[in-house]
């Protein structure tokens, strides 16, 4: 069974660092493309990280290029997302996301539960 | 950045009814077109992807259709555990964007 747990989540403040991590299980992790979607409270999804199961492929969302670095360790079957220079605007619920499938064009079919990042001085 | 488009943002209806949330894109993104389902304190949950392709385990009652910049998610005989946020996502070029949810209240 697919299973993929986030943590590192919490407070900080604005201008600090945080990193986060996602743990997967279930599958095999370097074949699947990644991702970090985040969700402010009481508010809509919005994408901000892809990252390739080779790691050849990254992408950003417009609002966190420059600060957020996404990695992962697929001998270690975990995802992460290094998030620095950390705003208000950045508080949300953190998931991580499996493609369905590969070569691009691809929704996401698993998720973790999510870990919440508060920015507040 | 291709807009996502949901109407309506709140829709009241009574278990066994039949609904229709409508999801418009800025652009042309052919069939790549998915549907979720959030409930409070949730992660999304994947029901539709290719605008009409149903997720194995969604049950039959949930359908999609539309291609291009127009796409649909139908409820036929509305359920209780059917009453959640719904929002549809492209993934035709990243960034790929959601729209901002339609939320199915009970009657």
């Known amino acids: 069974e697919v299973h993929l747990t986030e943590s590192g989540g919490g407070l900080v403040q604005p201008g600090g660092s945080l990193k986060l991590s996602c743990a997967a299980s279930?599958?095999?992790?370097?074949?699947?493309?990644m991702n970090w979607v985040r969700q402010a409270p009481g508010k809509g999804l919005e994408w901000i990280s892809y990252?390739?199961?080779?790691?050849?492929?990254?992408f950003y969302a417009d609002s966190v290029k420059g600060r957020f670095t996404v990695s992962r360790d697929n001998g270690d079957n975990s995802l992460y997302l290094q998030m620095n220079s950390l705003r208000a605007e950045d508080t949300a619920v953190y998931y991580c996301?499996?493609?369905?499938?590969?070569?691009?064009?691809?929704?996401?079919?698993?998720w973790g539960q999510g870990t919440l990042v508060a920015v507040s001085s | 950045d291709i807009q996502m488009t949901q109407s309506p943002s709140t829709l009241s209806a009574s278990v066994g009814d039949r609904v229709t949330i409508t999801c418009r894109a800025s652009?042309?993104?052919?069939?790549?077109l998915a549907w979720y389902q959030q409930k409070p304190g949730k992660p999304p949950n994947l029901l539709i992807y290719?605008?009409?392709t149903l997720r194995p385990g969604v049950p039959s009652s949930f359908s999609g259709s539309g291609s291009g910049t127009e796409f649909t998610l139908t409820i036929n005989s509305l359920q209780p555990d059917d009453f959640a946020t719904y929002y549809c996502?492209?993934?035709?070029?990243?960034?790929?964007?959601f729209g901002q949810g339609t939320k199915l209240e009970s009657k």
């Open positions: 996301a499996r493609d369905l499938t590969a070569g691009g064009y691809s929704p996401w079919d698993y």
């Open positions: 279930g599958f095999d992790f370097s074949s699947f493309s």
């Open positions: 990252i390739s199961g080779s790691r050849s492929t990254i």
């Open positions: 652009q042309d993104i052919s069939t790549w």
């Open positions: 290719k605008a009409a």
């Open positions: 996502q492209q993934y035709n070029s990243y960034p790929y964007t």
